[in-house]
């Protein structure tokens, strides 16, 4: 894989965010997102806090939760299926960790990353992560049923 190029995502990106995630929280398979958000809502979301694209992905990264819990961080990943496979995802990761510690965050946190995405959970895992929780049956999957969440977590030493 060449070199990835990715940076902070502007107003100018919207179309090019949209058409990445839009077909994702449509299927409805790995996002707890209501499938029929609307785009502004969809882009709300997506864009609210640090935003980043790059040809193939986006991702953004946000206080997981505020106040006390504001120094642990939150991150999204998306990757467009034509990118799929080519080491986008791994690349947004690397550029995720080293963004959240620039932006002050001590840890990143996965809320919900649904146990039957074994591409995800692979990534997260060989980057360090570790599983510090499970929610049992907590997604209804469109075509797996009820599955459950892993949350995992990594320190930004």
């Given at each position: 894989m060449s070199e990835t190029t990715i940076r902070a995502a502007t107003p100018a990106d919207h179309d090019a965010i949209w058409a990445m995630i839009q077909p994702v929280f449509s299927a409805g398979d790995t996002y707890a997102i209501d499938p029929e958000i609307s785009r502004d809502d969809a882009l709300a979301y997506w864009c609210g806090s640090a935003a980043y694209i790059t040809d193939g992905g986006t991702y953004y990264i946000r206080p997981n939760q505020h106040g006390g819990g504001n120094h642990v961080c939150n991150a999204g990943f998306i990757t467009s299926k034509s990118a799929t496979g080519k080491g986008i995802a791994r690349a947004m990761l690397s550029h995720a960790l080293i963004e959240a510690k620039t932006l002050g965050y001590d840890?990143?946190?996965?809320?919900?990353?649904?146990?039957?995405?074994?591409?995800?959970?692979?990534?997260?895992t060989r980057a360090g992560f570790v599983q510090i929780g499970r929610i049992p049956r907590a997604f209804?999957?469109?075509?797996d049923g009820m599955v459950d969440a892993i949350i995992l977590h990594k320190f930004l030493d």
């Open positions: 840890a990143m946190q996965f809320n919900f990353v649904l146990a039957n995405n074994a591409r995800a959970l692979d990534i997260w209804r999957h469109p075509a």
